[in-house]
Each structure stands twice: as C-alpha cells, then as structure tokens.
C-alpha cells in the first residue's frame, strides 16, 4: 500500500516564479495538489483554505509546558483537523519536564480522540535520539511525526560511517511514527537536493523504507502518512535558511534557490512510494 500523500504547506511558501508549483494565490497552488495524488496538507493555520480546496487539513503546532497541550489540543480538534504534529519543549528540559509532557499530551489525546504526533526536532525534546528512546521506553504510548533529517544532520548519524549500525537503534521511535515527513539531509546540511552526491539520499531511502516496514508490522491496517516539508531559504521576511541557495545579484535578498522545492517534493513521493513496496519484503525479513 502506498503512503498517504501529505504535503507541509511551507513547501508552498515563498516559490520562485519559475517553479512548476508557483501561483499567484493560495487556492491556486493548494488546487494543483490533488492532480499529484496529494490528500492532505499540514500547516500551521490556513485550514479553511486546505478544506476548500477538497484537502485534509493536518495541524502544526508548539508547546512549551505541559500546561499548553490541553487548551492547544482542544483548538485543533475543535478546527476539525484531522491529526496535530507538536514541536515540544526546548531540549532544555529535564526529565521529570519530559515526563510531565508525555503525561499531557496522552491524556489530551485520549480526552479527545484526536491524534497528537510528536515532531522530532532540534531544539526540542526530541533532539537527541538517544533521549528520545528512553523517553519511549518510559511512554511506549507516544506516536511521532518522524523528521529524520533533525537527527542526521543534528546528530551526524553517519559519523565515521556509523549510519547503517545506528539504524535499527531508532527502531522504537520509527514504528510509532505514522508520519514521515520527507527530506534529504546530509551530515552537514538540514536540506539538500535530491541528487545531491553522497550517500544521503540511500540512508533516506533505508530509513524511510525501515520505519514504513516497522509501522505495517504494528499497525498493518493504518494508513502511513509521507509529508513533504522542503522550507524555503527566505519566504517574505521570513529567513528559514534551509533551502540551497546560491548568490544572484537579480533577486531580492542577493540569493536564489538552486532547487524547485515543488518539484523535489514530487520526487521524494515517488522514492517514499519505491520504498513503501521494499518495505514488504524488508517486514518479511524482520520477521525471520
């Protein structure tokens, strides 16, 4: 089964004129998703425009106590949004504040019946891998929108060619995500293209291709979600600085986007797709 096709809005933002997603307004880049197979957007606001335009809005949000999740939680489930994705916390936190976090975000999320993913993220929770899977040996109930690229590049996770040992270590995480957000990173860069050389687009593959394996062996009649999320280098006066950029005396800020981040983002659905049908055979191999 293929993943669901999500894409994260600020992919969208802040487009070249020239790329294959660029529209004037709104509506009319979110009316060229459905054409891509894209179901659903995920965003931080804008869900009325997501619905208009016959799409299912997810929800972005952040917490920085515990005492937020409830009030924040009940806002979305009351948007009508069909899941909310958290960055949490300011990987300040010690443990008894991540304890106090997975407690909130559970109760919320029974309370309502909504589902409540945690992003993994730099300068959150979730930054370290090694905290992060301790935290799930503590909840095991928590479920996670997986951003990979946090890790690889925050946490180098191909130091010293370590990267295929390092895998399976994430397990625990990988098979409560029922989210995967799609990006390339590389030991140095949040983002890069594609085709960027280097082994970072086989690691991407091997993760994603684990972590829909692992989620079909758990959940085998639950959809998986692959979301997209290539930020812009600048979106109005906005500076992400994620995207590749290269010096252009022509544009506004004195750089230009060396990717149509549109265009990658129907990329990497085509890899998640490849690496949807080697997850079944790769869950035969895990079982054995």
Not at 152 to 180: I, K, Q, T
Request: aromatic share 8%.
């Amino acid at each position: 089964m293929k993943p669901n096709r999500l894409i994260a809005m600020a992919t969208l933002q802040g487009l070249p004129a020239g790329s294959v997603g660029a529209r004037e307004r709104l509506a009319e880049q979110l009316a060229l998703l459905p054409a891509h197979g894209i179901r659903g957007v995920v965003a931080w606001s804008d869900w009325p425009a997501i619905r208009a335009a016959g799409l299912v809005p997810h929800a972005m949000g952040r917490i920085d106590s515990p005492d937020d999740a409830e009030a924040l939680i009940a806002s979305h489930v009351d948007a009508g949004v069909a899941s909310t994705t958290l960055h949490v916390g300011t990987a300040f936190d010690d443990d008894n504040a991540l304890d106090r976090f997975a407690g909130a975000l559970l109760e919320a999320a029974a309370r309502h019946g909504h589902t409540v993913l945690v992003e993994t993220h730099r300068a959150t929770v979730t930054q370290d891998a090694w905290r992060t899977l301790r935290w799930v040996e503590r909840f095991p109930d928590l479920r996670f929108s997986l951003d990979a690229s946090h890790w690889v590049v925050g946490g180098e996770l191909d130091y010293g060619g370590g990267f295929a040992d390092r895998l399976p270590l994430l397990d625990p995480v990988l098979r409560r995500s029922p989210m995967v957000q799609g990006r390339i990173a590389s030991g140095g860069a949040i983002q890069v293209a594609v085709d960027d050389p280097g082994p970072w687009r086989a690691h991407a593959i091997a993760l994603w291709t684990r972590a829909f394996a692992l989620r079909r062996q758990d959940a085998p009649n639950q959809s998986i979600a692959f979301c997209p999320e290539l930020l812009p280098h600048v979106a109005g006066e906005a500076w992400f600085g994620y995207a590749p950029v290269r010096r252009c005396t022509e544009a506004p800020s004195g750089l230009e986007e060396t990717t149509d981040r549109f265009a990658e983002a129907l990329r990497l659905f085509d890899l998640a797709d490849t690496c949807a049908v080697s997850a079944v055979d790769f869950s035969l191999e895990l079982r054995r």
